[in-house]
């Protein structure tokens, strides 16, 4: 069984940063991708960005230059350092590991970005 925690939302005005942790734990698969998905109200779940087990990133389009994903493995942490914050971005951010076995999700943080 995997677990996962995120932290790091909060409320932030425009332009404003963030940065979310998402902290694993459990056996976690040899070959795996982490993501950060989000979810604002009234709309469908959306991925963010994923970083594989061999490091490469990938982004949606309408946060690539100001999202960053990175993960710490010591730490079994992984990261979005969110920059350049717009209302657009507000809603509950996920944590997800996917492995060919199973997905896994966390509880989610909320992150509101208002002036």
């Known amino acids: 069984q995997v677990q996962l925690v995120e932290s790091g939302g909060g409320l932030v005005q425009p332009g404003g940063s963030l940065r979310l942790s998402c902290k694993i734990s459990?056996?976690?698969?040899?070959?795996?991708?982490i993501g950060w998905a989000r979810q604002a109200p009234g709309k469908q779940r959306e991925l963010v960005a994923h970083?594989?087990?061999?490091?490469?990133?990938n982004y949606r389009d309408s946060v690539k230059g100001r999202f960053t994903i990175s993960r710490d493995n010591a730490r079994n942490t992984v990261y979005l350092q969110m920059n350049n914050l717009t209302p657009e971005d507000t809603a509950v951010y996920y944590c997800?590991?996917?492995?060919?076995?199973?997905?896994?999700w966390g509880q989610g943080t909320e992150v509101t970005v208002s002036s």
């Open positions: 459990g056996e976690i698969p040899s070959a795996h991708a």
């Open positions: 970083i594989t087990s061999g490091g490469n990133t």
């Open positions: 997800r590991i996917t492995s060919v076995e199973a997905t896994y």
